[in-house]
T-cell receptor, first 111, second 113 residues
Framework: SAVISQKPSRDICQRGTSLTIQCQVDSQVTMMFWYRQQPGQSLTLIATANQGSEATYESGFVIDKFPISRPNLTFSTLTVSNMSPEDSSIYLC????????FGPGTRLTVL | AQSVTQLDSQVPVFEEAPVELRCNYSSSVSVYLFWYVQYPNQGLQLLLK??????LVKGINGFEAEFNKSQTSFHLRKPSVHISDTAEYFCAVSDRDDYKLSFGAGTTVTVRA
């Protein structure tokens, strides 16, 4: 089973700033996924990050707002840009596979 | 594209009573099915999954689920709940090819003594 870690675990940010969230996996994986969980809501897929290619974004999410990097097979970053209070959420990464394990999440509060 | 409907938003239940959480999905392709649990202020934990084979799937913490293809359902059950089962439960489905998960809205289970 994959072990996934995320940094930071939580942060409080001012509107208009950006935050980069890191996701590290203990094994090599082709696909990594970024999800958002808004307060009291379910999870929504933001994008799929494949190593060596551009991320694929789901409807309603754009690269300018959520740029993603995938420099190697064990690491990815998600940046939340030009933040507003509506971006306050838990951001989670997960990896491909039948187990669909998730990282512990990053709890972001935007003031 | 898939969609997932969790039919109960909140389920209050007494300790040691059985519980069933209902999940229906729609998809034009074959899928994998999952149940996750999220305890208060914690991350997402996989309870069980259906990939293929036997339609009755057993998971952790005494939970089980049954895949019913004709009814496109994947209901979660536990014969006797504990206070510690108080949590949010999410049903999810993924296409067998791309591993992208679509989640239901979640069911809040509150177990009372």
């Amino acid at each position: 089973s994959a072990v996934i870690s995320q940094k930071p675990s939580r942060d409080i940010c001012q509107r208009g700033t950006s935050l980069t969230i890191q996701c590290q996996v203990d094994s090599q994986v082709t696909m990594m996924f970024w999800y958002r969980q808004q307060p009291g809501q379910s999870l929504t897929l933001i994008a799929t990050a494949n190593q060596g290619s551009e991320a694929t974004y789901e409807s309603g999410f754009v690269i300018d707002k959520f740029p993603i990097s995938r420099p190697n097979l064990t690491f990815s970053t998600l940046t939340v840009s030009n933040m507003s209070p509506e971006d306050s959420s838990i951001y989670l990464c997960s990896v491909e596979g039948n187990e669909q394990f998730f990282g512990p999440g990053t709890r972001l509060t935007v003031l | 594209a898939q969609s997932v409907t969790q039919l109960d938003s909140q389920v209050p239940v007494f300790e040691e009573a059985p519980v069933e959480l209902r999940c229906n999905y729609s998809s034009s392709v074959s899928v994998y099915l999952f149940w996750y649990v999220q305890y208060p202020n914690q991350g997402l934990q996989l309870l069980l999954k259906y990939l293929s084979g036997s339609t009755l799937v057993k998971g952790i913490n005494g939970f089980e689920a049954e895949f019913n293809k004709s009814q496109t359902s994947f209901h979660l059950r536990k014969p006797s709940v504990h206070i510690s089962d108080t949590a949010e439960y999410f049903c999810a489905v993924s296409d067998r090819d791309d591993y992208k998960l679509s989640f239901g809205a979640g069911t809040t289970v509150t177990v009372r003594a």
